[in-house]
């Protein structure tokens, strides 16, 4: 286990020297997360929020937060994944002592850190600076942020399987991006939506970790504890269906 943990550091610290020397890498996962929570505070202010029992400013925090994971540590990784790959590092590094996993996780650390980290400052600033209400239910939201984390982790992997080049990969995390922001309850909660759309966006990757994130903070409200499981259950599925397809279909070589 020592010997892993050194192996996945080494890895993850590499990982974090190029993250830096990437400008647009970092100031993506620095400054996105805190513009788009902006974007949507804006957003909401035109937008009713009446029959959600929240506020504004509550609704766009707790979508930034997953927002947060969606850019810092899917966007990222989906480039870094590719970018390695075309460059022969992950080739390389499979003919040394680390396994696969434990290639994929030591690369995805720094953005997961990173992603963790926005979403306690998310969290903190909201409390002390924009009066939204403590988490009422920390436990939640610490298990959705987990699970959004593990979740894009393997979605960025498994996004990496169809994308050629770095370049392309602004196309190819297009989709999950905008889905998740429209359907999965960041930019509008879900109980703004019609009854038969709300069911259909229920099943989207996303919206699970985000009915954690949101009940965990702002309290579950009319959710009750089956709907919570459901909720875990759904994300977990979409984490076992990742790492089937990353198994299944990921690229260690350069795509030709």
């Known amino acids: 286990m020592t010997a892993r943990a050194e192996r996945m550091g080494a890895l993850g610290r590499a990982e974090l020297t190029l993250l830096v020397r990437n400008r647009y890498a970092l100031c993506v996962a620095l400054l996105m997360p805190l513009l788009m929570v902006g974007f949507m505070r804006s957003s909401l202010d035109q937008v009713g929020l009446e029959e959600t029992g929240m506020s504004a400013v509550e609704a766009s ?23 390695r790959r075309e460059e022969l590092v992950l080739k390389r590094l499979r003919t040394g002592e680390a396994s ?9 650390l720094p953005a997961a850190v990173l992603g963790l980290a926005q979403c306690v400052l998310m969290v903190a600033a909201g409390v002390a600076f924009l009066g939204v209400r403590t988490p009422e239910r920390p436990e939640l939201l610490v298990l959705g942020a987990l699970l959004g984390l593990v979740l894009l982790t393997v979605l960025a992997a498994a996004t990496a399987a ?3 080049t ?3 990969a602004q196309i190819t995390t297009m989709p999950l991006f905008v889905i998740s922001s429209i359907g999965s309850g960041l930019f509008l909660p879900l109980e703004a939506f019609p009854d038969e759309m709300a069911s259909v966006c229920e099943l989207l990757p996303l919206t699970g970790v985000m009915t954690l994130v949101r009940a965990g903070w702002l309290g579950a409200g009319d959710a009750t504890a089956g709907d919570l499981a459901g909720a875990a259950v759904t994300a977990l599925a979409w984490i076992l269906i ?7 279909w990921f690229r260690w070589e350069p795509r030709r």
């Open 61 to 83: 925090l707790t979508g930034g937060v997953v927002m947060a994971l969606l850019l810092v540590v899917y966007l990222n990784l989906v480039s870094a994944y590719v970018a």
């Open 242 to 248: 990742s790492v089937f397809a990353v198994r299944r």
């Open 162 to 164: 169809l994308t050629r």
């Open 166 to 168: 770095v370049e392309s």
């Open 100 to 108: 696969d996993p434990e290639i994929l996780a030591g690369t995805a």
